[in-house]
């Protein structure tokens, strides 16, 4: 599935350390060794032990998606920080359209989906400097599901992949390269403008939504997505920023 020396001859920066793993519990965790690095990457072609926001499992059966980490070490205050998953979000969209032709929406806030259903999670993890109120590293952990047709009973409803939505066996060195190369741009992107390609993309603004903070679940109207990445909702007349948990859409 992968080809070291391809990904390798194309990455802009020729510094990056590359590891692509048969197997790993969780690229996530594995990739925390390389913290003293500037920058690296790991890829697994099976996770055991895959996992996503809110403590959920992330599915990542051995060669059907690709399951990668990415070491960087962002400018970013640590109040910031939900702005690495927004303007991974776009990066990641940006780069599966490229790739597979197919359009993609997000769901806030670190969900990508084509036709209706999850295709892609980011888990971003930030190691903080508390004296600074900086960020020492952050790990960008994206898993995607490029190939397979058949997904376990509780997520068959909610997940697709790739080659399901276009019919195609896409490249994943490709994906892989072109993903890597627009993150490591995030020190030089992330003042920018990615949040209007952010908003237009989010197809759950203007809508009813149910909202899940693990604590308690309410409807509200999703109104906006601020500059910090958090989520403006408004319910019962009072509108306030969400800057955690889950989010779900009536069809
Ligand atoms: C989510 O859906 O909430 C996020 C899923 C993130 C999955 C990726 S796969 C690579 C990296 N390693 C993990 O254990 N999780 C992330």
Do not use: H
Not at 33 to 41: G, Q
Not at 124 to 141: D, H, M, P, R, T
Request: glycine content about 6%.
């Amino acid at each position: 599935m992968y080809i070291k020396s391809e990904i390798e001859k194309n990455l802009i920066d020729k510094n990056i350390r590359l590891e692509i793993l048969e197997e790993t519990t969780s690229t996530n965790d594995y990739i925390k060794k390389f913290s003293n690095l500037d920058s690296a990457v790991v890829i697994a072609k099976k996770q055991t032990l895959g996992r996503g926001r809110l403590n959920r499992a992330f599915y990542s059966p051995e060669n059907k998606g690709i399951y990668l980490s990415i070491l960087v070490k962002p400018q970013l205050e640590t109040k910031d920080s939900v702005k690495i998953t927004t303007f991974t979000a776009v990066a990641v969209a940006n780069a599966i359209e490229k790739v597979s032709g197919l359009k993609t929406q997000i769901k806030w806030v670190n969900d990508i989906f084509i036709g209706g259903k999850k295709v892609c999670g980011i888990l971003a993890e930030a190691s903080q400097n508390f004296k600074e109120g900086k960020l020492n590293y952050a790990v960008i952990g994206i898993g995607i599901n490029l190939y397979g047709k058949d997904f376990p009973s509780d997520i068959k409803n909610i997940a697709t992949s790739i080659e399901l939505e276009s019919g195609k066996k896409i490249d994943a060195n490709l994906l892989v390269v072109e993903i890597i190369n627009s993150l490591y741009k995030i020190n030089d992107d992330i003042s920018g403008d990615y949040l209007t390609k952010y908003k237009e993309k989010c197809f759950i603004l203007n809508r009813e939504i149910i909202v899940d903070t693990g604590k308690e679940k309410y409807k509200a109207t999703a109104l906006n997505v601020l500059d910090n990445g958090a989520l403006l909702v408004e319910k019962e007349g009072k509108t306030f920023e969400l800057d955690f948990g889950d989010v779900s859409v009536r069809i």
